[in-house]
């Protein structure tokens, strides 16, 4: 910090926490301000002779300073604010007071006074763009930011509208479409994580409530982009603040500040390198009279691209007719047109056409459909965004333009992938032919493939593997057509492989299974490297995101998988993913999407052992083990590496498809290495080997059913350890393939068994009529049946235990309320029938 003067404090309630009662309050304006001196992070205040601060009293005042360069979380330790008191009293001695902290003081539930405040970080590439910008009306808005700063579990996302906007009760906050947090090469959007409510309130000043609290279940994470919606309802009038006074926050559990904007939230952001914007390009929305298609009869504007593959695969730009543009009134205004973030127009005055059929020499030149010329001809080009100088437009007048503009790589996901048209974007004031009309106008998907990605069950050399691939197609693949997934040499699959369905691989829900009349075959390419050859049936594979678990067997061969090689995935080892047109061709073939790399894995070495350590019933309960399904859980491993771990590096823990890990699986005792925390179970976990006490655990971090645990330094080889590690949660069920692995970063175990869920297996529900009731039926007169129900319990169910059944909506128990008749059978191993009321 660096003091810059002193001021009266302002007037707080929160200062009645500082008066008790028959101690008077002096420092606003009872001190002289002009003895306040400030050089650095340090402010003085002189005492004169005859001067003093009694015991009881409280000096309140206001420094004005300038911020640090560095953002500074309020619980840093190098946050902190100290008081040093020097004077020779009575005496002739200087007495010091050596620095005392300032400490907080609250009331319960409230943040009063903290001990120092919050240095705010910087959030980046910040956008915000609404569906609807017409006054008084409820819509949602995307909302795009990157953070610099990490927020704890259970943070905070805080959006400030300007005066007259309002988020409502409830406060609607959503993800954005699955696609935008599609896996591609370029940095991922993320969606926040686990949106646990949303509370909107009148900020300072405002009637309506016009300030927004997102609560997340997760962790923001530093250096993260993230994406949502959130709905809001329009003002009734337009004002020039609306470009300026729109905030993003983040802040802790605690409400304190960690990241903001330094400005409004921009409605577009403009792309890295750029020099040249119109105005307005970096303020917020603003709102407009009327909304095309939607107000006054105009017409919705349409966009047709000519080709979606991106700029890099096509080696040209694709042609766009934007069509049909017009007003409601007479009117002399500025035109802006934006595209989705990532397209970038590329202008001449040789390929832009503007012209009316009418007017135009040459029909080739003209554009269809157009009446008459857009006035202002060519326009002025920034990045994604076309802007015209004020020029006259007519009622009844059809205007358009066709140009040229570069496709991006992927789908943009930086902003919402629309075009914005917007007539009158400078206006600063609200009235006739001002700030006239605007559209929102959805942009298709680019043609390339993504969500790419390879998981596995064991990366062990020459092991039987489980393979687990996704990719997301944009373009339909014909009959004979087909999917081709290329490998590092070495891998290899059966001749004719299998495919089956993996359901929310990598916890992409919603996942799609290939068509059942597609084949796949393996094949190995003139360089030695794998091809799975996923061959189209005669109905095709329809635009999906799809998973699918192929087996096959990894090399015999151990390999390295660095971060930050200059290949496509930016791993030492990629797949490669390619939508064909007619698989025969292999790649020679034409691809319809853009391909797609993924990265890949090491392939290790043996690890000694691993597995889940065997604790007897005083074990599993003092560890806090809990095999019920959906619940968390916390299981203890035992391993024992064959070489030592020289260096800080990774231990991953890979479990069946459906275990959960948190984001952030190290905190509030998520890893525990210590045997000793658990004194009634140190024993047993002992005999599975003891950590090394100067071997750190750093963090964990967990994705799906991968825990991948970061650690120093010092484990030893032939040395067997332990640690406890905590599931966020358990399957529903038993997963089908119910094996562990433990992976070093030079070794790897084989699969080992997991556990069976605490839950009812075999279950069956069988009806002896499948009749329905008569429509509008009541009791007694609807059909009443007999159903057998089987089902085998993991535990066993103690004398005066119940069983619960719960029927679907719309049956009722024949019987009603009270007692029911019903007859309960052990079939296996002994056959025994009882009757149960």
């Known amino acids: 910090y660096a003091g810059l003067g002193v001021e009266v404090a302002p007037a707080l309630g929160a200062y009645s926490l500082l008066s008790p009662a028959g101690r008077p309050l002096v420092g606003r304006g009872a001190t002289d301000l002009t003895r306040w001196s400030c050089s650095g992070n340090v402010c003085t205040y002189d005492l004169r002779r005859q001067d003093g601060l009694h015991a009881g009293q409280h000096l309140i005042v206001s420094f004005v300073v300038a911020n640090p360069a560095d953002a500074l979380l309020q619980g840093d330790s190098l946050n902190r604010w100290s008081l040093t008191l020097s004077s020779t009293g009575y005496g002739s001695t200087v007495q010091t007071l050596g620095a005392v902290e300032f400490s907080a003081v609250t009331n319960p539930g409230s943040f009063d006074f903290g001990g120092s405040v ?38 905070y996302v805080i959006v400030r509208a300007p005066a007259g906007f309002d988020f409502g009760v409830p406060c609607v906050a959503a993800d954005l479409q699955a696609s935008y947090y599609d896996i591609t090469a370029g940095a991922k959007t993320w969606p926040l994580p686990g949106i646990a409510g949303c509370a909107a309130t009148p900020d300072t000043g405002a009637s309506a409530r016009s300030r927004a609290a997102i609560r997340v279940h997760g962790i923001l994470h530093a250096s993260r982009r993230y994406g949502f919606r959130i709905r809001v309802a329009n003002p009734s009038q337009y004002a020039a603040a609306h470009h300026s006074e729109w905030r993003l ?125 857009l006035p202002g001809g060519l326009p002025s080009e920034a990045d994604h965004e076309l802007t015209w100088p004020r020029s006259p437009y007519a009622r009844g007048e059809q205007y358009g333009f066709i140009a040229r503009i570069r496709v991006p790589d992927f789908t943009p996901a930086r902003s919402a992938n629309a075009f914005f048209v917007e007539f009158g974007y400078a206006d600063r004031v609200w009235g006739t032919g001002l700030r006239h009309a605007a559209a929102r106008i959805p942009a298709p998907a680019v043609r390339a493939l993504t969500n790419a990605s390879v998981a596995y069950s064991t990366s062990l050399r020459g092991k039987v593997n489980r393979f687990r691939f996704s990719v997301r197609t944009v373009t339909a693949v014909p009959a004979r057509g087909g999917l081709l997934i290329r490998g590092p040499a070495g891998f290899s699959f059966p001749d004719a492989c299998h495919p089956s369905r993996a359901v929310g691989v990598d916890g992409q829900a919603g996942a799609s299974p290939l068509p059942v009349d597609s084949t796949c075959n393996f094949v190995i390419g003139s360089s030695g490297e794998a091809q799975i050859r996923l061959t189209a049936g005669d109905a095709g594979m329809p635009a999906a995101l799809y998973a699918f678990e192929v087996a096959g067997t990894n090399p015999s061969v151990e390999s390295e998988n660095k971060e930050g090689e200059s290949t496509a995935c930016g791993w030492t080892q990629c797949w490669f993913f390619h939508s064909l047109q ?34 007897d019933a005083a074990g599993l309960q003092a560890t806090g083990r809990n095999d019920k399904p959906s619940q968390m859980n916390r299981l203890t491993f035992t391993f024992t590496l064959r070489a030592p771990m020289l260096e800080r590096g990774v231990l ?186």
């Not at 970080?121 to 006054?135: T, Y």
């Not at 096509?314 to 595209?339: N, W």
């Not at 202008?347 to 269809?368: E, H, K, N, Q, W």
């Not at 990265?599 to 604790?615: K, Q, S, T, W």
């Open 118 to 155: 919050s240095v705010l970080g910087k959030l980046v590439g910040h956008c915000l763009q609404p569906e609807a910008f017409g006054p008084n009306v409820t819509h949602y808005m995307s909302v795009f930011f990157e953070t610099e700063q990490t927020v704890g579990m259970a943070g």
């Open 249 to 373: 926050e983040t802040m802790t559990a605690e409400q304190r500040g960690v990241d903001g904007t330094y400005a409004s939230v921009a409605f577009t952001p403009q792309l890295s390198g750029s020099t040249v914007l119109p105005r307005g390009a970096s303020e917020s929305w603003g709102m407009y009279a009327l909304q095309a298609g939607v107000d006054a009869n105009l017409p919705q504007p349409l966009v047709a691209i000519s080709s979606l593959l991106p700029y890099t695969a096509a080696g040209q730009e694709a042609t766009i007719k934007l069509f049909p543009l017009q007003v409601h009134e007479d009117v002399a205004t500025t035109l802006r047109v934006t595209a989705p973030l990532s397209y970038v127009w590329k202008i001449s005055g040789a390929d832009f056409l503007f012209r009316a059929g009418a007017a135009s020499a040459d029909p080739a030149l003209a554009v269809a459909g157009a009446t008459a010329d």
């Open 582 to 615: 007619e698989m025969q061709l292999g790649l020679a073939s034409q691809e319809l999407d853009a391909r797609a790399s993924a990265r890949g894995f090491a392939v290790r070495g043996p690890m000694v052992d691993a597995r889940l350590a065997r604790l």
């Open 652 to 837: 991953a823990v890979r479990g069946p498809l459906g275990f959960v890990f948190e984001d952030d699986c190290l905190s509030g005792d998520g890893v525990v290495t210590d045997v000793y925390a658990f004194p009634t179970a140190s024993a047993q976990l002992a005999k599975h080997g003891v950590w090394e006490r100067d071997v750190p655990v750093h963090s964990c971090s967990g994705d799906g059913p991968v825990a991948e645990i970061e650690v120093g330094a010092g484990l030893r080889a032939s040395t067997p350890y332990s640690f406890v590690l905590r599931v966020h949660a358990n399957p529903q069920r038993t997963p089908a393939w119910n094996a562990w692995t433990l992976e070093s970063p030079s070794e790897a175990s084989v699969p080992f068994d997991g556990f069976a869920l605490w839950t009812f297996t075999q279950a069956a529900v069988v009806g002896v009529s499948t009749a329905s009731a008569p429509q509008g039926a009541l009791p007694p007169t609807r059909t009443e049946n007999l159903v057998n129900i089987s089902f085998r319990p993991h535990t066993g169910l103690e004398a005066s235990g119940r069983l619960l059944l719960t029927a679907p909506s719309g049956f009722s128990f024949a019987h009603g309320d009270g007692p029911c008749p019903a007859l309960l059978e052990e079939r296996d191993p002994v056959l025994a029938a009882v009757s149960a009321d």
